[in-house]
């Protein structure tokens, strides 16, 4: 298996159990009982007074996920570096910092090159060329062993700087590198930015490059052991996360809804969602979800620019994502 499919990450759990008893009797002879009188009579106690159930916490707390990690990354894909198609310049700067950032969290790094070719990006001709993935891992690879991975496209079309999209799924993703850095997860997990997700014309087959270009590469013996892929795009918006599904009844969907439940996130269910990188990995029958799709107006314009992005919205996300991977 190759080197970028799978990785193992730590948490302490800890767990503490208390007791306590009463003495036990000094052992002697029973006194004799004394008949009741009127100063001695049992009287029945009164009733305990009600007390409110406690509410139960989140299984993930807001302050295990530095947002401001998230908030970063979308000012300085969106407002230093801007627009950036999969073939440009300026995406492959943005892929050199996202690949330094996961290092510096301590994940190793390998960026899968693939091709693009030419085409017409919401209405602007875009030159073909290279791109690629930047793909995060930790830990040993164990071949056929089960894992998980988590992914957001990198690439913008060519008139946004893209804060929303999909600056803000990039800085959930490295939040989430950075949280998972001292925490375990149930399974070995993958992250990946994907380069040349923005369409380049109408069909499924000019749009989605990155994505395909990796499930095209895995092993066979990766395909069998991948239990769920979640995408992460334009989760900046919004005040309850979107939940999509290729399909109804989909098993990773309904596993991120009652994460968001255990996280104490509010979500809305969006079915028939094939417009991000899960559907590289469905249409290939493999198991995939996308977290995001709130509708916003400054969508695919110039105007997606920083201040679009609520860091409420980034957390809800970063929180969902950590309890669907613990």
């Known amino acids: ?21 009463d003495p036990e009797p000094a052992a002697g002879p029973a006194p004799s009982p004394s008949p009741p009188t009127s100063a001695t009579a049992p009287t029945s106690p009164p009733p305990p007074s009600p007390t409110a159930e406690p509410a139960p916490e989140p299984r993930v707390s807001p302050d295990e996920v530095r947002v401001a990690t998230a908030v970063a ?66 830990g040993d ?23 929303e999209d999909n600056a803000s799924g990039i800085g959930v993703l490295l939040a989430v590198a950075e949280a998972l850095v001292e925490r375990r997860t149930r399974l070995p997990v993958v992250l990946v930015a ?15 490059y990155g994505s395909r270009a990796y499930v095209a590469g895995l092993a066979a013996r990766e395909r069998q052991s991948l239990r769920g892929m979640v995408s992460l795009d334009r989760v900046g918006v919004g005040s309850v996360l979107p939940v999509g599904s290729a399909g ?20 809305v269910t969006d079915l028939e969602q094939r417009s991000s990188d899960h559907w590289s990995f469905v249409r290939a029958g493999l198991p995939g979800a996308r977290l995001g799709s709130t509708s916003y107006a400054a969508y695919h314009s110039s105007t997606d620019v920083p201040s679009v992005v609520s860091r409420d919205q980034l957390a809800r996300t970063a929180r969902t994502v950590l309890s669907w991977l613990r």
């Open 1 to 21: 298996m190759r080197r970028s499919a799978i990785a193992s990450v730590g948490l302490v759990v800890c767990l503490g159990v208390a007791c306590s008893g």
């Open 141 to 163: 690879l164990r071949p056929g062993r089960p894992w998980l991975l988590v992914g957001a496209h990198l690439d913008t079309v060519p008139q946004a700087p893209g804060a």
């Open 73 to 138: 990354a979308v000012e300085h894909l969106a407002g230093t570096v801007g627009p950036r198609p999969g073939t440009s310049p300026a995406y492959r700067r943005a892929a050199r910092w996202v690949a330094g950032r996961f290092r510096d969290l301590d994940w190793s790094v390998e960026q899968q090159r693939f091709p693009t070719p030419a085409g017409v990006s919401w209405g602007i001709p875009v030159r073909g060329g290279p791109s690629t993935n930047v793909v995060a891992t930790r």
């Open 248 to 267: 109804a009844g989909d098993p990773v969907q309904r596993e991120l809804l009652a994460a968001a439940e255990r996280a104490g996130v509010p979500t």
């Open 194 to 208: 994907f380069g040349s997700e923005e369409p380049r014309g109408p069909s499924d087959d000019e749009h989605h």
